[in-house]
């Protein structure tokens, strides 16, 4: 549509002086402070020619504020080395190319000439994948915010987006096995830890990359960090700390074929053990197909059915569900068709229907994700919660909490909401998807309060290159919409519309198109939620920071009940095996004590002499109570209750309580969950 505006006079010579003067007051008020000729620390010397614009003038904030916290915007999920996974032909173009950017930023081969054989974009984006291929230097159809088979993470996009105040990228390397093994297109194996690692050296390259526009090793903004130390002070030199988490389907080979685990806990380790050393520290143990660590949380519609059918390429199943035996449910799977994947199938097999009223996936957290869970947690790593089925999820929150562990990380809005608080309580970070502005500060506001509650910042989740969809415009007649130049949130920098080549990006018109677009979405996201939302999210580097250093503080407390002497009200009897009092002290989960089948039970232990108790932890068989209470005494005589509930659903809880002195410490059952008796694997009693 033509619009056209209505004649304008043109001004007297005086109106004309006038309206020079203001046009350069304006320009006066948007003018960073340092002089334009200083290139300053935060422009390369040697940037190549030609390249992709920034269109952001202003030193970018250093150090930290009068509380001695950083300052900054983390983007918790990002995919910088996507194209490198999947076989190396799903997502076209490079973050940056040792040949400049007339390389970096062209179609995949087969897209020519007019996109005909760009099979996976009109997979996700309809239609028939037509398009033009031409990326530099008119960039007419890519990047686009509804292309998701091109390259949005271009160096200097990233740059730009550090520019506007991000000091906080996380970078996950990502791949699939099964998309790699099925799509048409490919010029390298499908591997998944193969392309993990390759991922991981490309993003070192990139660092060495922009270290050589700025004269040498370490000189760069991109600065890829192996502890929370290291990353504060990288952010309080005013450049982008850089953290690398994984994303894959699969990882160290654990996949499950028939329910049977490909790995074992010596793969587990020797999984760990490499990707730390790789400078890995937050990960995914399952995402989108159940492996042989975890059960995951679905995938809803078309993409369901799709992912569904991979699930079963990979594993031998499909996705198995049953009813929820909570609040939380897992994304509903739905029942729409996805031609295309179904023809991967064998003849004779379908997808089958799924019970309304049956949401929650059948595996949780297996005992060797259990097992990977903790190995994590003894590497100081962070576990990424998000694609967890519910059940999978809420083990791994018992754990966590067992051991007053913060290391828990939702980076892109896929926990069940519900569950909220209790990873905020642990110390953990919360991130949202990059929803439109409008849906994004809604949900914002919605966990406001908890923010407040304990004094966190928030972040969001990019997941660019991440084949997600990302926010359109909201169209150029809104009206409120971003206005060029605008200011960062810090007030230090004026940001323009971003320029590559021919194209010139307006978010109003445009949408979230690549990285550079960043600083404007969060420009929107304060034109539309407020300055308390983007408040927040400048809070989120230090946040996430306070979650890594205290996974990297955190110390495993001692049990107290380890191996002491332990009695009960009974102990069920059985000619083959034992359910003494202390088999739940034995440090071995294989064994447990059980009781008779009434309600009015306990067990006590004795820690020898009147020391300090804080917490208890109950890993319960299935035959758990329902209603129980933490009791103590100094004598084992007179008894005090510290902990109750009278919603216990087993599994492994954790009471924790005011700290308080006592020799003896009771679990008193006083209503059965099952029509058995209670039964624990094990005790554990510790002083916080």
């Known amino acids: 549509m033509t619009m056209t505006h209505p004649a304008r ?19 006066l008020g948007l003018a960073p402070a340092s002089s334009a000729a200083d290139p300053g620390w935060w422009n390369p010397t040697a940037r190549p020619a030609p390249d992709s614009a920034i269109n952001v003038t202003g030193e970018p904030f250093k150090g930290t504020d009068a509380q001695g916290k950083v300052r900054g915007f983390v983007d918790a999920h990002d995919h910088l080395m996507s194209n490198e996974g999947f076989g190396g032909r799903l997502i076209c173009g490079k973050p940056f190319s040792e040949q400049g950017i007339t390389d970096a930023l062209k179609d995949c081969p087969e897209h020519y000439p007019d996109g005909t054989l760009a099979i996976f974009d009109y997979i996700t984006n309809g239609g028939d994948g037509k398009h033009d291929p031409d990326g530099w230097p008119t960039f007419k159809d890519w990047p686009a915010h509804d292309s998701l088979t091109h390259q949005q993470n271009y160096y200097a996009w990233v740059e730009r987006a550090w520019r506007g105040g991000q000091r906080i990228l996380v970078n996950d390397l990502v791949t699939n096995g099964v998309i790699c093994s099925v799509y048409f297109f490919k010029d390298r194996g499908c591997d998944e830890m193969t392309a993990i690692r390759l991922e991981a050296q490309k ?3 990139m660092q060495g990359y922009i270290d050589k526009m700025y004269g040498g090793p370490g000189k760069g903004w991109f600065r890829i960090v192996t502890d929370s130390t290291q990353a504060r002070q990288v952010i309080e030199q005013g450049k982008l700390a850089v953290v690398l988490g994984v994303e894959t389907s699969e990882p160290f080979g654990c996949k499950q074929v028939l329910d049977i685990a490909q790995c074992s806990r010596a793969d587990v380790d020797r999984g760990l053990d490499e990707l730390h050393a790789l400078g890995v520290r937050s990960m995914f143990l399952c995402h989108k197909f159940d492996n042989a660590l975890c059960g995951v949380r679905f995938d809803s519609g078309a993409l369901g059915t ?14 198995q569900t049953e009813r929820c035996t909570g609040p939380q449910r897992d994304n509903p799977i739905g029942l729409a068709a996805a031609a295309s994947a179904e023809k991967q199938l064998p003849a004779g097999v379908s997808v089958p229907a799924y019970a309304a009223d049956a949401q929650c996936n059948t595996r949780g957290l297996t005992d060797l994700g259990e097992y990977a869970v903790r190995g994590m947690m003894k590497r100081k790593m962070m576990l990424e919660i998000d694609h967890m089925s519910v059940k999978a999820a809420g083990r791994a929150f018992d754990i966590l909490e067992s051991e007053s562990y913060p290391g828990v990380i939702s980076s892109h809005s896929w926990m069940d909401m519900d569950w909220t608080e209790r990873l905020y309580k642990l110390g953990g970070f919360a991130a949202q998807y990059m929803n439109g502005s409008e849906a ?3 949900e ?23 084949v997600g969809g990302w926010p359109g415009p909201r169209g150029a007649g809104t009206p409120n919409p971003v206005r060029y130049p605008f200011r960062s949130t810090d007030g230090g920098s004026v940001i323009d519309k971003q320029t590559t080549g021919q ?25 539309t939620g407020g300055q308390g939302v983007v408040d927040d999210l400048f809070k989120g580097a230090e946040s996430y920071l306070g979650t890594w250093g ?35 002290v034995d440090g071995d989960r294989g064994t447990r004590w059980a009781s008779n089948w009434s309600d009015d039970q306990w067990l006590q232990v004795d820690l020898g002499s009147p020391t300090l108790v804080g917490r208890v932890t109950l890993d319960w068989e299935r035959a758990h109570a329902r209603a129980y209470r933490i009791e103590v005494s100094a004598d084992g005589t007179d008894w005090r209750t510290v902990w109750s509930t009278t919603a216990g659903d087993g599994g492994l809880d954790t009471a924790q309580f005011s700290g308080t002195s006592a020799r003896y410490v009771r ?22």
């Not at 503080?553 to 001692?558: C, I, Y």
């Not at 009960?568 to 059985?574: H, L, T, V």
Request: hydrophobic letters at 35%; charged letters at 20%; one cysteine or more.
């Open 444 to 466: 914002a506001k919605r966990t406001d309060a908890l923010r407040d509650k304990y004094g966190v910042g928030y972040g969001y989740g990019t997941d660019m290159n991440g």
């Open 440 to 442: 994004f500060s809604a």
């Open 306 to 319: 799709a992912i569904n059918v991979g699930q079963f390429l990979s594993t031998g199943t499909f996705w």
């Open 550 to 584: 205290g996974s990297e503080k955190h110390k495993a407390g001692v049990n107290l009940a380890a191996r002491a002497p332990a009695t009960a009200s009974s102990a069920e009897w059985n000619p083959f095996t034992s359910y003494a009092p202390g088999r739940a």
């Open 667 to 688: 679990v008193h059952g006083t209503g059965r969950g099952t029509q058995w008796g209670y039964s624990l694997n094990e005790v554990g009693v510790y002083s916080r």
């Open 503 to 527: 194209r010139t990006w307006d978010l109003n018109t445009d949408g979230a198109s690549h990285y550079g677009l960043v600083p404007d979405w969060i420009e929107d996201v304060r034109i």
């Open 203 to 205: 993003t070192y390259d």
């Open 9 to 27: 006079r043109r001004p007297g010579p005086f109106g004309l002086l006038t309206l020079c003067l203001a046009v350069a007051a304006l320009l």
